[in-house]
């Protein structure tokens, strides 16, 4: 595959090698199994679905980088079918009458998911240390939802933050003389350290953007001609990353962008019992919009997404009026979402997405489902 680029200056067109073609390229393959019964008891009041599934894809399409020895270049890629990947998990669907009389019914209803992904193997030159992205990282026996990032390790005596970092150091002997191994090689080992340049820090795995349980559940209440119907949704456990709420709280920016009241809480002289940085531009370091487990925050919620409120008329009032039904109603959609911080609205990244693919990232220029509400009059002839 070339790409065309045109040159303004001299007039003419220029083709540029971007991907080489790959004869042995296949399509990706997928094995699934789902297994699970329905049930139904107390004369069909209460009833409900239970399924497992097992799904696993082989021969991922992946894009493989030339060495700089093969004259290619970094910028040319060689589409392969390479590693697999396996979801298993659980879904349950529960519905059940809870009162039933002549005037008024009560009926509720839930449902939930639980699934795991594992990445079960890549391409030989990834299988030692993955493949890492700005802020996720795949590899053998992990997930596609995993966060790789800097880790926050609090502030110093100036306020400043400060970042995790591995740093490596020899082994000595009590004279000090560097210590070997059996094969003569001098020992080294492995130690946490911190450091305010966030550049220089160490990325870490924090976590998976993958919920542990997601679903929702409503009701339905019927009461002499008035009715009620509501349907909420939620999700449990996973984490979602606020690069909105990073926007807000990173200083360093042109003058008059919006701030975050969270900055009236950060480090002063007068008052350092706090975990955010100093209000200045280099209080969070160089990290500028790097990823850091800071803005890394638990994505749960639980949202009314839909409500609805009427009123069917006795059906002696219709015939009066030459009707056969007429009933008045209230609607609202959206109408709230609880989440761990005000203003954050998991939600849009619909929880399941890879932070490869940035769907596990909230960022400017997502905004929360509109919310509306209507009321109408339903009339039948």
């Given at each position: 595959m070339y790409s065309t680029s045109y040159n303004e200056g001299t007039g003419e067109y220029s083709n540029t090698l971007s991907q080489k073609g790959?004869?042995?390229?296949?399509?990706?393959?997928?094995?699934?199994?789902?297994?699970?019964?329905d049930f139904e008891l107390f004369k069909g009041r209460f009833s409900g679905t239970i399924e497992y599934f097992v799904r696993k894809t082989t021969d991922l399409l992946f894009y493989k980088d030339f060495p700089l020895s093969s004259g290619f270049g970094t910028s040319v890629q060689l589409p392969i079918n390479v590693g697999s990947v396996m979801n298993h998990g659980i879904?349950?669907?529960?519905?059940?009458?809870?009162?039933?009389?002549?005037?008024?019914?009560?009926?509720?209803?839930?449902?939930?998911?639980?699934?795991?992904?594992?990445?079960l193997s890549l391409d030989e030159q990834y299988k030692e240390e993955g493949i890492?992205?700005?802020?996720?990282?795949?590899?053998?026996?992990?997930?596609?939802?995993?966060?790789?990032?800097?880790?926050?390790?609090?502030?110093?005596?100036?306020?400043?933050?400060?970042?995790?970092?591995?740093?490596?150091?020899?082994?000595?002997?009590?004279?000090?003389?560097?210590?070997?191994?059996?094969?003569g090689d001098p020992m080294t080992y492995i130690a946490r350290e911190t450091t305010t340049d966030a550049t220089s820090a160490t990325r870490y795995e924090c976590g998976t953007t993958l919920p542990k349980i997601y679903g929702g559940f409503g009701l339905t209440f019927e009461f002499k001609g008035f009715d009620l119907s509501?349907?909420?949704?939620?999700?449990?456990?996973?984490?979602?990353?606020?690069?909105?709420?990073?926007?807000?709280?990173?200083?360093?920016?042109?003058?008059?962008?919006?701030?975050?009241?969270?900055?009236?809480?950060?480090?002063?002289?007068?008052?350092?019992?706090?975990?955010?940085?100093?209000?200045?531009?280099?209080?969070?370091?160089?990290?500028?919009?790097?990823?850091?487990?800071?803005?890394?925050?638990?994505?749960?919620?639980?949202?009314?997404?839909?409500?609805?409120?009427?009123?069917?008329?006795?059906?002696?009032?219709?015939?009066?009026?030459?009707?056969?039904?007429?009933?008045?109603?209230?609607?609202?959609?959206n109408l709230f979402v609880l989440s761990c911080r005000k203003g954050l609205d998991p939600r849009v990244t619909a929880g399941l997405g890879s932070m490869t693919s940035g769907a596990g990232v909230i960022s400017s220029g997502y905004y929360s489902a509109m919310r509306t509400i209507t009321g109408g009059v339903t009339v039948n002839f």
């Open positions: 790959n004869d042995e390229l296949t399509w990706e393959k997928s094995h699934a199994i789902n297994t699970g019964f879904e349950i669907d529960l519905e059940g009458v809870l009162v039933r009389t002549q005037d008024y019914k009560l009926t509720l209803n839930a449902n939930l998911a639980h699934y795991k992904n594992k990445i890492k992205y700005s802020n996720a990282i795949l590899r053998e026996g992990g997930s596609v939802y995993q966060t790789y990032m800097y880790k926050y390790a609090g502030l110093d005596e100036n306020g400043s933050a400060l970042y995790y970092k591995d740093v490596e150091h020899a082994v000595t002997n009590e004279d000090g003389t560097p210590k070997l191994d059996a094969n509501a349907g909420f949704s939620y999700q449990l456990g996973g984490k979602i990353y606020d690069g909105e709420y990073q926007n807000l709280m990173w200083t360093q920016t042109n003058t008059g962008n919006a701030i975050h009241k969270d900055l009236l809480k950060a480090w002063t002289a007068g008052d350092a019992n706090t975990n955010i940085p100093r209000w200045d531009t280099s209080g969070w370091g160089n990290l500028a919009q790097s990823a850091c487990d800071f803005f890394l925050t638990k994505n749960n919620y639980l949202s009314l997404n839909n409500a609805q409120f009427g009123y069917t008329l006795p059906k002696d009032v219709v015939k009066k009026l030459r009707l056969s039904n007429l009933r008045i109603y209230v609607a609202g959609e």
